[in-house]
Nanobody
Framework: QVQLVESGGGLVQAGGSLRLSCAASTRTFSNYAMGWFRQAPGKEREFVAAISLSGYSTYYATSVKGRFTISRDNAKNTVYLQMNSLKPEDTAVYYC???????????????WGQGTQVTVSS
């Protein structure tokens, strides 16, 4: 079992930046691919970004590519999402996810955090 706790959400103006963090409670953090999803009001959850076990490979949704950066620190059991040039349409609850298989990260990952709210004002 892996517990994921997100932090770093908040209110920011359009064009601003935020960094989300996700701490994982597992002794084998480096065995998990990690990622982020988001859900805006009235919309389906959507994949945002994923990172491989080593951190060497990263993947992004088209809507955030070039603006968001996912990274991980295996020594700290933490994954990050640096969000720059934020837009009002980035407003959503952001969820940290984990799975032993990278291929499942963009679909139905095994573990989900509780989410953190990000609100971007225009």
């Amino acid at each position: 079992q892996v517990q994921l706790v997100e932090s770093g959400g908040g209110l920011v103006q359009a064009g601003g930046s935020l960094r989300l963090s996700c701490a994982a409670s597992t002794r084998t953090f480096s065995n998990y691919a990690m990622g982020w999803f988001r859900q805006a009001p009235g919309k389906e959850r959507e994949f945002v970004a994923a990172i491989s076990l080593s951190g060497y490979s990263t993947y992004y949704a088209t809507s955030v590519k070039g603006r968001f950066t996912i990274s991980r620190d295996n020594a700290k059991n933490t994954v990050y999402l640096q969000m720059n040039s934020l837009k009002p349409e980035d407003t959503a609850v952001y969820y940290c996810v984990a799975d032993k298989m990278l291929s499942r990260l963009s679909g139905t990952p095994d573990y989900w955090g509780q989410g953190t709210q990000v609100t971007v004002s225009s």
